[in-house]
T-cell receptor, first 115, second 115 residues
Framework: AQSVTQPDIHITVSEGASLELRCNYS??????LFWYVQSPGQGLQLLLK??????LVQGIKGFEAEFKRSQSSFNLRKPSVHWSDAAEYFC?????????????FGTGTKLQVIP | GAVVSQHPSWVICKSGTSVKIECRSLDFQATTMFWYRQFPKQSLMLMATSNEGSKATYEQGVEKDKFLINHASLTLSTLTVTSAHPEDSSFYIC???????????FGSGTRLTVV
């Protein structure tokens, strides 16, 4: 079965600073990888996803993520954080076949942005 | 883009009553929908997979008789929490799988409080 680890429960960065959120996955084959963002009391919004091809994926809101098979990682990055980026971020892995993917979420990383 | 509407956003009910939560795909047909539960400050836990026209597949430890899932059409799945108790209070989120199996869109979630 697949699993996802987000080692950082809570991260604080200054507005304008760069950001990297870590995500490691475990799955026997090439996984489908996702990053979602959740604002308090809200649902999840997809930031980006990786299925195949270029290992550097561009997403919305200026986020990008890089798939590194050798490290089983899919870290999320943003060069300059804005106060509105404060939220909880979830990495997820989809695994399965036949067009159906069972998605497993990491425990999330809460991002705090300070002025 | 794909939109999933979840209703209601907030619900408070008395212990022992039943609550129905709706999940609708607004601009696409969803043969598969997923129901998640999220406890405070925790990740999303998959409860069940809902397939149009067939019985839902429940994850281990999820009570089928307590969490009734009906996926009667290609755009609507419902989750009914039967005989709700305070420990059922949680944030419930649905997601729908787009046609090609490569996209997951989430609803905005339902905050259930059982008093």
């Amino acid at each position: 079965a697949q699993s996802v680890t987000q080692p950082d429960i809570h991260i604080t960065v200054s507005e304008g600073a760069s950001l990297e959120l870590r995500c490691n996955y475990s799955y026997g084959a090439t996984p489908y990888l996702f990053w979602y963002v959740q604002s308090p009391g809200q649902g999840l919004q997809l930031l980006l996803k990786y299925f195949s091809g270029d290992t550097l994926v561009q997403g919305i809101k200026g986020f990008e993520a890089e798939f590194k098979r050798s490290q089983s990682s899919f870290n999320l990055r943003k060069p300059s954080v804005h106060w509105s980026d404060a939220a909880e971020y979830f990495c997820a892995v989809g695994a399965g076949s036949g067009g159906y993917q069972k998605v497993t979420f990491g425990t999330g990383t809460k991002l705090q942005v300070i002025p | 883009g794909a939109v999933v509407s979840q209703h209601p956003s907030w619900v408070i009910c008395k212990s022992g009553t039943s609550v129905k939560i709706e999940c609708r795909s607004l601009d696409f047909q969803a043969t598969t929908m997923f129901w998640y539960r999220q406890f405070p400050k925790q990740s999303l836990m998959l409860m069940a997979t809902s397939n149009e026209g067939s019985k839902a597949t429940y994850e281990q430890g999820v009570e089928k008789d307590k969490f009734l899932i009906n996926h009667a059409s290609l755009t609507l799945s419902t989750l009914t929490v039967t005989s709700a108790h305070p420990e059922d209070s949680s944030f419930y989120i649905c997601s729908a799988l787009e046609g090609g199996g490569y996209g997951y869109t989430f609803g905005s979630g339902t905050r259930l409080t059982v008093v």
